[in-house]
């Protein structure tokens, strides 16, 4: 646990939240700036900076444990589709340093949702760079 850490705080129950789940490992709880009704987050319990930095095991605990939960969105809530997301690094829109994952219900009912696309599918992108991206992720993998 990290003592400056607001995720670490809400694990430990210092920090009030609506607690929605806990497993050995993970802890689930309401996010209070949902992006659409009943998006939450899903925490190890070890603190962990980011999708970089957390270990194997708790990524994939916290990873099932999300699908666990999204696949109730859709009886519980009524939910039309789930998105998980993870942000890591300021630039990505990370705000708080500790990994999670969000749960994300969609709904076709906008008064639900208030999400958008930041991006706009769709739109091919240029080949060439499509597959020089490929080659480097490659061979940077091969090199692992």
Sequence with gaps: ??????????VAGDVPSAKV???????????????????????PKSHSTDLCDIPPADLADVAIESQRIA???FDVWGADGVNLLNCCGKD??????????HVIPRYRDKG????????????RGEAE????????????????
């Design 92 to 101: 990505a829109w990370q705000s708080v340093f500790h990994f999670h994952m």
């Design 71 to 73: 696949k109730q969105a």
């Design 112 to 123: 639900k949702d208030r999400l958008r696309l930041p991006f706009a599918p769709g739109v």
């Design 21 to 43: 789940a806990e497993t050995d490992t993970t802890f689930a709880f309401m996010d209070i700036q949902p992006g659409s009704d009943g998006h939450l987050l899903v925490v």
């Design 129 to 144: 760079l499509i597959e020089d991206l490929a080659v480097s992720m490659r061979s940077a993998l091969e090199d692992r």
């Design 1 to 10: 646990m990290s003592q400056d850490c607001l995720f670490c705080g809400i």
